[in-house]
């Protein structure tokens, strides 16, 4: 099976497999991170208010389509301090490998509702930051 997607019920966790051929295997690295930009930002602009994260499903499943490997992902809700909100938010990371190093990727949905139900729209906010071996 070339791709398995697992997600356990407390969303923490995530588990990532694709094809060995990447779309970034090969190019230099200012390509690689002109497209990978490209793939991670499509579709994240404005506020979302679904209750069950399309942007950044899109987002793991542009990657998957390209064949590019995710590793060591993760994700979680975080709190800003000093903040009377349950929550502010959910981040998700994960590291893409590449020749001599890797992509480092952090995605945050910031909660942006209403002070009655912050969690009732969100904005993304894409980060990536690459690190030599």
Not at 39 to 63: K, M, Y
Not at 71 to 88: A, M, Q, T, V
């Amino acid at each position: 099976m070339p791709f398995l997607f697992k997600e356990p019920m407390d969303h923490t966790r995530w588990k990532v497999s694709v094809e060995p051929e990447s779309s970034i295997a090969g190019i230099t690295r200012a390509r690689a991170e002109t497209y990978l930009r490209k793939l991670l930002n499509e579709g994240v602009n404005g506020i979302h208010r679904d209750t069950s994260w399309r942007p950044i499903h899109a987002i793991f499943s542009r990657l998957h389509q390209a064949g590019i490997s995710i590793e060591n992902s993760r994700s979680e809700y975080y709190k800003i301090p000093g903040s009377s909100n349950l929550n502010d938010g959910k981040r998700w990371y994960f590291e893409i490998p590449f020749t001599k190093g890797r992509w480092y990727v952090v995605i945050t949905a910031s909660f942006a509702g209403s002070a009655k139900d912050p969690s009732e729209a969100y904005d993304v906010v894409v980060n990536l930051d690459y690190s030599a071996r």
